[in-house]
């Protein structure tokens, strides 16, 4: 019985980490932007611009989230520098999770005007994970235009074999042709130029 204080003490002693944007662990910041994007809590805007600037990776991604929630058009100049590959490899924006959510940001806020941006990340961004992502957000949010499934099919002749079964799986979804082989050019006989 002597244990049972000791468990006690311990078991208070781990508490979960809770949702505060002033908190010093990066994880609780981040659960703080996630619920002023739940809550839509439009008041809480200038915690998030604050916030896209933290020096954690995690944070600044999750101001970008409760940007695409909220959608504005003048979330982009904070943004759109979040798809840049900067030089320094430590560089928080340099983050491939940041640029990740950045191109679905983009999309989100920028609506149409936001194609280039993410036609530009899928093909000059070294990271695979990003350049998955840019596929995803051009199927999803731009999949109905012409350029972008043409993209597509270029993108199923892709060197990396994740990149291009993306590019494949997303064509299927947009097409609803199950029957396809993953190649550039089946996918070229099947979306019109």
């Not at 994880?27 to 020096?55: F, M, N, Q």
């Not at 970008?64 to 929630?69: G, R």
């Not at 983009?106 to 280039?116: H, I, N």
């Not at 695979?128 to 949010?141: C, Q, Y």
């Amino acid at each position: 019985m002597r244990r049972l204080p000791w468990i006690c003490l311990l078991l208070g002693a781990c508490s979960s980490p809770e949702p505060d944007t002033h908190s010093k662990d990066p994880y609780e910041r981040y659960l703080g932007l996630k619920e002023i994007a739940e809550t839509r809590d439009v008041a809480s805007e200038a915690e998030v611009v604050r916030l896209i600037d933290d020096p954690h990776y995690l944070v600044v991604t999750g101001a970008l989230e409760v940007m695409a929630a909220f959608g504005r058009k003048d979330y982009l100049p904070y943004a759109l520098p979040k798809l840049q590959v900067k030089e320094k490899e430590k560089d928080r924006e340099n983050h491939p999770m940041v640029r990740s959510q950045a191109c679905a940001t983009v999309a989100v806020c920028a609506g149409p005007e936001g194609l280039e941006a993410v036609l530009g990340v899928l093909r000059d961004d070294p990271d695979p994970g990003v350049r998955r992502s840019a596929v995803k957000v051009l199927a999803d949010r731009y999949g109905r235009e012409p350029r972008v499934r043409r993209t597509l099919v270029d993108t199923v002749g892709d060197k990396d074999p994740s990149i291009s079964n993306m590019a494949h799986l997303k064509l299927r979804e947009l097409t609803g042709r199950q029957d396809i082989p993953r190649s550039r050019e089946a996918w070229a006989a099947v979306v019109a130029p």
